[in-house]
Structure formats: structure tokens, C-alpha cells
């Protein structure tokens, strides 16, 4: 995953000349009850709860407390479920792509099953966004953010191909981080946790060194760096591993609960970003 992948997204639509607004619970309410429908009718399962605008979706496991407002929508698509769903037409994507590939180098391409799957992922992506703008909401093919406008304003909402097992890793707390803003999750809080993951240690056999052999993925949870094993994915188990055995998976979708989670550890705790003043 690449940060720049989502690091406020809504820029996207404002580098177009698009005037973005930013999205209150009343905003995100009404684009749920246009757009879910009209994934739910494509047999699209959408996880909601994503970001800073999910905390205000009904089913957020911690609320929506003390936020006003957020940049953008993000909604939480299963790479399998699109794929079933949109069954990838290369042939008919590579055809609309403004620079398509040739017949010997998607040949070569399709040979190749790493890049079959990011082709064929497209092409699914592709047919998405398609389906998305015949039914009114404008949608980028490449990044599918979909441009959603209501009572006089539009919004930015991005559609994102997350694996479904890991959709509660992108769901956070923002009730004490009252400030805390998406993007932040990619500077602060999801660095800490790599770096967190990297001081379970291990002895390497053969030079004795001592090295990390975890790391974080925010779309695999917890994975050993030498076999790539998915060591833990549920929120609570990476909760207790991370942080403290008695620690939750809410402890996990703040900085304010990382550092209480980390109080009685001063050496981990003295490693995290300076707290600022809310």
C-alpha cells in the first residue's frame, strides 16, 4: 500500500478544479443511503466505518464522538467480492485504457501471474467505476473516487479495494484524538505500529544477531518478515501483542489508547510522537 495512495484523497477531485467539501454526519448519512443502494444492487458489500467520516456510520464500533466533519468518504470494498461481482474483462479495459498495451506485451504481461492479477484487478476496477458513473456518480477508473454531489455541494468518496478481514484495522477512535485527521493515520499512528511490530525480536541462529521478525501491514495485521505469514489479523490478538496482553482492539484505533495501552512501558512509550495538545 502506498501512502500517497490515501493520504487525503479528496485532493484529487480539488486538482481537477473540483470545490471539494468536507463531510459532516448529515452529509455522510444522505451519500450512504445514495450510494449503498446502488452498490448493494451490484451485489457490492461496502464496509462504511473506514476513516474519519465512517465514525459517524450507525454501526461504528466507537462513534462518531467530538468529530465534526472529515476531508472525504472511504468505503471498503473486498478485492473478492469485486472480482465475482465485475469479472475482469481485460480485453474490453485495455481497449478503453488511454494507453493501452500491445497484443505482445499484454501477452507477455498475462504469462506473468503477479501481473495477471494486478491486470485482471484493474479491468474489475475498471468495470466498477463504469457501472458506478451510468448510475449517476461520476467515478475515476483508476483511483475510483467518486465524485458525489449533494444539496448544492460536492464530496469526494473513494471506493478501496481492502481485503474484508481487514477492514476493522481501518476503522479508529476518534473520540480522544478529537483533531486527529486521515491523513495522520499514515504519518503518526501507522508508522508507531510498524515500529512497535519491529521490537518483537528474535536470535538469529546463525549470527547470533538480534533481529525484528514482525511487521505491520494495515491490510494484513501482524506479518513475520521472513516467511510473510500473517502472524495475526484480528484487532484485539495485534491489540495484545503490540501493546499489552490486557489491551482491545479500541486501545489499537487511537494514539491517545496506544500511549494508555504503553503507560507502565516508558521505554516503548518514549518512542512514540510527542502528544499534542487537543
Given at each position: 500500500m502506498r501512502i500517497r495512495d490515501l493520504f487525503e484523497a479528496g485532493?484529487?477531485?480539488?486538482?481537477?478544479g473540483v470545490e471539494v467539501s468536507r463531510?459532516?454526519?448529515e452529509d455522510f448519512l444522505t451519500a450512504k443511503a445514495a450510494l449503498d443502494p446502488v452498490l448493494k444492487k451490484a451485489g457490492i458489500v461496502g464496509g462504511w466505518t473506514a476513516g474519519g467520516a465512517g465514525s459517524f456510520d450507525p454501526e461504528h464500533p466507537y462513534g462518531g464522538g467530538g468529530r465534526d466533519?472529515?476531508?472525504d468518504i472511504d468505503i471498503m470494498i473486498d478485492p473478492t467480492n469485486l472480482a465475482e461481482r465485475f469479472p475482469p474483462d481485460v480485453e474490453a479495459y485495455n481497449a478503453a485504457s488511454k494507453k493501452p498495451i500491445g497484443p505482445k506485451a499484454m501477452a507477455t504481461a498475462?504469462?506473468?501471474?503477479?501481473?495477471?492479477?494486478?491486470?485482471?484487478?484493474?479491468?474489475?476496477k475498471w468495470a466498477l467505476a463504469t457501472y458506478m458513473s451510468e448510475n449517476g456518480f461520476p467515478t475515476d477508473p483508476g483511483t475510483l473516487t467518486v465524485e458525489y454531489g449533494a444539496g448544492g455541494k460536492t464530496f469526494s468518496v473513494d471506493l478501496l479495494i481492502r481485503p474484508r478481514n481487514s477492514w476493522e484495522l481501518h476503522t479508529h477512535d476518534f473520540s480522544t484524538d478529537k483533531t486527529m485527521?486521515?491523513?495522520?493515520?499514515w504519518t503518526?499512528?501507522?508508522?508507531?505500529?510498524a515500529k512497535l511490530a519491529s521490537q518483537k525480536?528474535?536470535?538469529?541462529?546463525?549470527?547470533?544477531e538480534?533481529?525484528?521478525?514482525?511487521?505491520?501491514?494495515?491490510?494484513?495485521?501482524?506479518?513475520?518478515?521472513d516467511t510473510n505469514k500473517v502472524i495475526a489479523i484480528d484487532k484485539n490478538d495485534i491489540a495484545k501483542i503490540l501493546l499489552n496482553p490486557q489491551a482491545t482492539a479500541r486501545d489499537l484505533a487511537s494514539m491517545t489508547g496506544i500511549r494508555n495501552a504503553l503507560a507502565k512501558q516508558p521505554q516503548k512509550l518514549a518512542q512514540l510522537p510527542q502528544q499534542q495538545t487537543q
Open positions: 485532493k484529487r477531485l480539488a486538482s481537477q463531510v459532516n454526519k466533519d472529515s476531508g498475462m504469462a506473468d501471474p503477479a501481473k495477471k492479477a494486478k491486470i485482471e484487478m484493474s479491468a474489475s485527521r486521515g491523513g495522520d493515520l503518526q499512528m501507522y508508522p508507531v505500529l525480536t528474535f536470535i538469529d541462529p546463525k549470527t547470533g538480534e533481529k525484528g521478525n514482525l511487521q505491520f501491514s494495515p491490510d494484513r495485521g501482524l506479518v513475520d518478515r
